[in-house]
């Protein structure tokens, strides 16, 4: 059924007696399975879209329907992932991943919780605390955590943006087989134009409140950022994004 967000509008502030939206007018269906990128700058609106699909915030005009079901207040059945991991550090690998699934008082926490696991690669680690793993393996685990209830989406933002390049890298091959096996929905908020490109099915460009551009992204997978139908893709969506020459090379040298 998938997710369809219509004429959502976003305000923080009222200025000179008008609501100043920070998203005006969205509109976006997604069909379950796919890998949605949200992209844009600094400021446009991306975590405050993430933020109304979990249902933190709440649309002043609009709606977004998942399922079938209009969206109203968070949900297990919507995973979130944020730039830096939220695991509890008292907890280890295993007990984090087991949380969701306990509080959901399922039967197969623990076979839940190994498979987990495996996806993710950590075996040797599920009895570690959070302390004693690097960046990549932490955003791991808390991809699993959020996969534990078996959401039908995952909402991620910025997931990889605290990682060093190499480990980013890693971690993209990484989210594109978990998202393989998974075949979860994913809404991935970058602002990095390679990393949409490199991952999505679908780029969403945000641009001052609104859908600047929807764009499938018709290549082959495992993508090589060095082909010249990748770099089109980026080159075109920089000129997007970008206001001045100058953002536009800082955007490409990412
Ligand atoms: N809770 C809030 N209260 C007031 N203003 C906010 C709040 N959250 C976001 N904003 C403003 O909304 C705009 C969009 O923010 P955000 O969605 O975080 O952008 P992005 O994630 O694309 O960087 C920014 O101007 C930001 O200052
Ligand atoms: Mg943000």
């Avoid at 007990?95 to 839940?112: A, C, P, V």
């Avoid at 078996?150 to 087989?177: F, H, K, N, S, W």
């Avoid at 969403?204 to 770099?231: C, H, T, W, Y």
Wanted: a negative charge; aromatic letters at 8%; proline letters at 4%.
């Amino acid at each position: 059924m998938g997710t369809v967000i219509e004429y959502l509008h976003k305000a923080f502030d009222i200025v000179d007696g008008e609501p100043k939206f920070v998203l005006e007018d969205v509109n976006l269906k997604v069909q379950d399975g796919e890998f949605i990128c949200i992209l844009g700058k600094s400021g446009c609106g991306k975590s405050t879209l993430l933020n109304l699909l979990a249902g933190y915030l709440k649309p002043d005009k609009g709606r977004i329907v998942l399922n079938g079901e209009e969206i109203d207040g968070p949900s297990a059945d919507r995973g979130v992932v944020f730039q830096q991991h939220a695991l509890f550090p008292w907890y280890t690998v295993r007990e984090n991943i087991e949380f969701g699934l306990r509080l959901q008082k399922r039967q197969d926490t623990k076979e839940m919780a190994t498979k987990l696991i495996e996806m993710i690669g950590l075996q040797d680690y599920e009895h570690a605390y959070p302390v004693e793993l690097s960046g990549g393996m932490a955003q791991r685990v808390g991809i699993a955590r959020a996969l534990a209830p078996d959401p039908a989406v995952l909402l991620m933002d910025e997931p990889l943006g605290a990682l060093d390049a190499l480990t980013r890298e890693a971690m993209r091959q990484e989210l594109i087989r978990i998202w393989q096996l998974s075949g979860k929905t994913i809404f991935f908020i970058t602002h990095s134009v390679p990393e949409a490109v490199y991952l999505a099915d679908r780029v969403v460009i945000l641009k001052e409140g609104r859908v600047e551009a929807d764009v499938a992204i018709d290549l082959p997978r495992p993508r090589n950022m060095r082909d010249k139908a990748f770099q089109d893709y980026v080159d075109s969506f920089a000129r997007m994004i970008a206001e001045t020459e100058t953002e536009e090379r800082a955007v490409c040298a990412e």
